[in-house]
């Protein structure tokens, strides 16, 4: 049932090409994203005054990323808010919201009670689920499914990318409608989505490297996942995937907040994982990561094959992920971080897909 790997993670580290496939290629036609499933029309979108989303762990990472990625899409204001929190901030909501609920169990009791209270204020609910016929996507005016299979392993992969694939395809399928995108960009974005599989592929063919650069690193009491952006983002879920299964103690900092006082606790031998694959802050993250080289950290870099050159210059390792486009970039860049949680865990001979004290659905609050 583990398809030969010794754990489901690590079986379902390995699917994601096969289910980012599944999720986005029968969702585009003759170069057109068309998400049949969806009920939203180009009106509605118009009155639109912000994008609320609303997720738990993982898919608030995800959250995380797609408030940028649908921001520059679409020009409009996207929060986002955990589901935990949500009922408690008296949120801004309205019928001219849309609440953008993301959920790989569709079970989540947070996420759920968050989603009913947004329907009451009067939301519309669009919701990103794996579960078929959970309760979330039950309750939701709208669904769309990450054809990602069953997940086991507790900790996230295969559903947080094929969240991410499906985040961006709503944003290009609305930001189509609002006219907020050309078509020389829309056309590349859509040929680079085809392209992900494959690159997904190239990154998990070397995961050796990872798996090395873990070997160095696992016995680490202490460590740092910095960067600016979507690379901030993902950092979030590469952190989290860290702690969850390997019980080492790790935060993940935008990079500009390092000087604000996280960097008082860098000293020689604490490893940085410095995320720097969005190519338009390359030079700032790498000014971040002078800082931390400069107070005697190991530092370990994640960035595309177009900067891996030059930042080996600077940092103790590198991963270089393929180029896409920019907007696409987390989809890779997490596959690293989810390998190296994973080796350093195998290294340190924890129980990968049972981490202690976690439930895989969290329906209690
Ligand atoms: C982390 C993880 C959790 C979940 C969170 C939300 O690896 O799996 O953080 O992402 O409990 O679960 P869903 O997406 O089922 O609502």
Redesign the pocket.
Known sequence: EKGGYEHFMAKEIMEQPKAFRETVFPRIHEGRVALDELTVTREYLEGLDKVCII???????VGMAAKYTLERLLRKNVEVTL?SEFRYCDPIVTHRTLALV???????ID?LAALREARRLGARVLSIV??VGST?ARESDDVLYTWAGPEIA????K??ST?LALVYLIGLCFADLLGTIGRAEYDEIVAELLRIPAKLESILEHREDVQYFASIYFNHPSIFFIGRNIDYAVGM?GS??LK??SYIHSEAYAAGELKHGTISLIEPGTLVVALASYGKLYEKLMSNVVEVKSRGADVLGLTTRTHAEAMAKTVDHVIAVPDTHPMLLPTLDVVPMQLFAYYVALMRGCDIDKPRN?A???TVE
Do not use: D, P, R
């Not at 993301?102 to 989540?108: A, C, L, M, R």
């Open positions: 997720a738990c762990g993982s898919s608030y990472h589901a993301i959920s790989q169990s569709g079970e989540t996420t794996n579960v979330i507790v900790a996230t992969t559903a947080y969240q879920e989290l995937k969850e299964i976690l895989k659905s969290v």
